[in-house]
């Protein structure tokens, strides 16, 4: 019963649609319509049919008529060949007792071999004939002289004749060849002709129309105006003459073979369905008013209903995020405050777990925010399946989600769960068809060691999140006690890192790179160095993360290689002028639109050779887009910058890029250079990486060179370029002027990083 129920509403849904009394009475002219036009259809097929049948009967007439004259025909010939001395008045009775017999003559002829008409029955109406030479034009010549050669019966096909109006002519030649004697014509009237065919019954309803080479040559109307519609043509078998005759019913003969059944039963069919409309309509009517009755008796129930409906989505909305629909942070936030007071009560442990995306923002850069957001949604897929009722998971905003554990008995409950949410992300994520790997960096604070408030719980699991990112990214750290004071230290930097470019507090310094083949240093690369005025020089690692987070790398950046151009120009006239300077590009710089223009800038104001500049980037930032990179990467080869790829064969290789990509050079990581000398594996990929580099006219560049052996070993497989602190620590300008001028001494070291 419950499933017939549905079927039942669907189809008073169907009866009461308002177009439905039109589709009805549609429906029903459609079909007469149909079947008019079957009707008709076969009425005409019936009356062409028809048509062709008395078209046949004249075919067939006119065949046997021509058979009979030319037979007639060729025994006048046969006599006048075998009595060549024939009298002219025996020859006339014989061509009036043909003369009486058929006709249809207009008149038989005898014509002489040179093809003039010496002989005429009967003469009365022919006077003018005689004398006249048949062959009056060439076709006419060469056809009669080759009926004279042949024998063979020639018809003149329709022409107008001497004696006046249109006719054929039929010519039996009197012997072949040499005894050919001349010619027994027989002349007919077009309209004699036809007539013996075309029975006054006929001439009344239809038109005949005889057709000579496809082309009308002779038509003989009947009354009323032809409907060539159910004209009728049929190709006639008469010798030496290509004739159709072509039968054409009048309106009149038409309308009398077809009957009404078309039209009657189209009007029967229009009023069946225009009543069916109108009892559809009806019906209608006391559906509707019968369907607003009920309508109104459960209208107050209803409107109840979707209030309640609207409140518990103002609730949803309220407290769960539109894209991920895991609950939002100000829920999130609501429901720790509310279980950090259940947790006092039973004296339990709870813990916070704050989850950053690695490489989000990069990705979402580069791919676009619709990558960003179907990654997200995945994330928050995986995510989810940890959700009960210990266990929340919330969706904070960019690239974070926020996790709240209750009921914490000991600490491995806590690592239990991140073992959890680490492998959410051990499968990679399909987004747009094709496959990311996709890591996760979070911090933990456990309430109460951590914090007893909310606040402080959400801004310690914060400096724990950032404290595992400095250590590497992918990992977890929990909130310590000394977290909160680097913190500070942290914030300090980043406030005195937003003045240090206007304060002109960085400076450069220059790491050579040794050309193994001369064994004189060609390039440096210029490494970034902040003078800062109360913690002295730092090295990159202590604020480059800071500049990336805050969006600054991009002017830091743009100042790293206007500083590398002026530091060129400055060395122009001097002993380094051979020196190219490579500067390191981030991700977000590379996503900078106005990259290529910046650099082509600076070259320009300080007239710096393209070929003197090299930009440096990570293989994992080179393939992050390949597309995207592809074209800002090529603008800079049409400029004239060489490009090198650093850390390569560490995680992303994909040899297929090189081949499309204007690479100038590959460094190899320093993870393979260490134990080059000592560890094979390590020898055997080095080597590989050199072969294949030379093998597409790409130089090799290996950094982190701290010993003999390892420069030995480089320089024996012929590798381009050595950099390291063997080689020289990185230095600022003056020094490295000191140091080239004096010359390198290599002593092994070891590089602290």
């Known amino acids: 019963m419950d499933k017939a129920r549905p079927l039942t509403h669907g189809l008073i849904r169907a009866l009461l649609s308002p177009g439905l009394p039109f589709v009805i009475f549609l429906i029903f002219l459609v079909l007469a319509s149909v079947l008019k036009f079957g009707i008709e259809r076969e009425e005409d097929r019936q009356v062409r049919a028809d048509v062709a049948v008395r078209a046949q009967a004249l075919v067939r007439e006119l065949e046997q008529e021509f058979r009979a004259h030319r037979l007639a025909l060729k025994r006048m010939a046969e006599r006048r060949k ?56 060439e076709a006419r010549r060469q056809a009669l002289t080759e009926a004279a050669r042949t024998g063979e019966l020639d018809t003149s096909g329709v022409i107008e004749l001497k004696q006046g109006g249109t006719g054929v002519v039929l010519y039996e030649p009197i012997g072949a060849g040499a005894n050919n004697r001349g010619f027994i014509a027989g002349v007919f009237h077009m309209e004699k002709l036809v007539q013996s065919v075309h029975t006054p019954e006929l001439r009344d309803s239809f038109h ?26 049929l190709p006639t078998d008469l010798p030496d003459v290509a004739w159709s005759l072509q039968l054409t019913p009048n309106q009149r003969w038409v309308d009398e073979h077809q009957s009404g059944w078309a039209s009657l039963t189209f009007a029967t069919l229009a009023v069946m369905g225009l009543l069916v409309s109108l009892s559809t309509l009806l019906a209608q009517l006391i559906l509707k008013r019968n369907r607003d009755l009920l309508q109104t008796r459960n209208e107050l129930q209803l409107e109840i209903d979707q209030r309640k409906s609207v409140q518990q989505d103002l609730v949803r909305l309220e407290t769960t995020d539109a894209l991920t629909g895991l609950a939002n942070r100000r ?3 609501e429901d720790l405050a509310h279980n ?91 987004v747009q068809g094709q496959q990311h790997s996709i890591t996760a960096t979070m911090g933990v604070a456990i309430y109460p060691q951590s914090g007893l408030d909310a606040d402080t719980l959400l801004r310690n699991a914060d400096i724990a999140l950032y404290r595992a990112k400095e250590a590497g990214r992918n990992n977890y750290q929990f909130y310590t006690e000394g977290m909160q004071d680097r913190e500070v230290l942290r914030l300090e930097l ?7 470019l206007a304060l002109d507090e960085f400076v450069l310094y220059f790491q050579p790179q040794l050309d193994l083949a001369t064994m004189q240093v060609g390039s440096v690369e210029a490494l970034i160095r ?39 120009a400055s ?40 070929d003197r500049l090299e930009v440096e980037l990570t293989e994992e930032i080179f393939i992050a887009n390949l597309d995207r990179n592809l074209d800002q990467l090529t603008r800079l080869n049409k400029l004239g910058v060489h490009l090198a790829i650093d850390d390569f064969g560490v995680g992303y290789s994909s040899l297929a890029y090189l081949r499309d990509f204007p690479v100038d050079l590959l460094k190899i990581d ?73 010359g390198l001494v290599f002593e092994d070291a070891s590089d602290p990083g």
């Open 494 to 500: 980043d406030k005195d890192l937003s003045k240090a």
């Open 340 to 430: 950090l007071g259940v947790a006092d009560r039973q004296m339990r442990q709870l813990a916070l777990v704050m989850i950053d995306l690695d490489r989000f923002q990069t990705l979402n850069d580069s791919l676009g925010h619709q990558f960003g957001d179907e990654l997200l949604i995945q994330v928050s897929q995986r995510l989810s399946g940890l959700s009960n009722e210990r266990v929340l998971v919330a969706y904070s905003g960019g690239d974070e989600f926020m996790v709240c554990q209750q009921q914490v008995e000991e600490i491995d409950d806590v690592i239990h769960l991140l073992g959890q949410l680490q492998q959410c992300f051990a499968r990679p994520f399909e």
């Open 82 to 137: 075998l009595q060549p001395d024939m009298s002219e008045a025996t020859w006339r009775a014989d061509a009036n007792n043909y003369l009486e017999h058929f006709g249809t003559y207009q008149a038989i002829e005898w014509i002489d071999p040179d093809f003039n008409i010496r002989w005429v029955e009967p003469i009365a109406g022919n006077e003018d004939v005689l004398g006249f030479n048949v062959a009056f034009s």
């Open 208 to 233: 005949l129309t005889v057709l000579e080479n496809g082309q009308p040559a002779y038509r003989q109307p009947a009354r009323g105006e032809p409907v060539d519609g159910f004209a009728q043509a």
């Open 670 to 742: 320093r993870s393979f250079i260490t134990r080059v000398a000592d560890r094979h594996d390590d020898a055997v990929i080095t080597r590989a990486v050199i072969n294949l580099a030379h093998n597409l006219g790409i130089q090799v560049a290996a950094e982190g060179i701290e010993t003999e052996a390892q420069l030995n070993f480089l320089k024996n497989h012929r590798c381009d370029l050595a950099q390291g602190y063997l080689i020289s620590r990185p230095v600022p300008a003056v020094e490295l002027e000191a140091l080239i001028a004096r």
């Open 331 to 333: 829920f999130f936030v």
């Open 571 to 610: 060395w122009r006239n001097g002993p380094l002028a051979h020196l190219r300077i490579a500067v390191n590009l981030s991700g977000r710089e590379l996503d900078d639109e106005g990259l290529v223009d910046a650099i082509q800038q600076s070259m320009t104001r300080y007239e710096i050779p393209p």
């Open 530 to 568: 902040w003078q800062h005025p109360e913690r002295g020089l730092l090295g990159p690692m202590e604020f480059i993360p800071l500049a990336e987070e805050s969006g600054r790398i991009t002017e830091i950046g743009r100042w790293v290689v206007q500083a590398a151009c002026r530091q060129l």
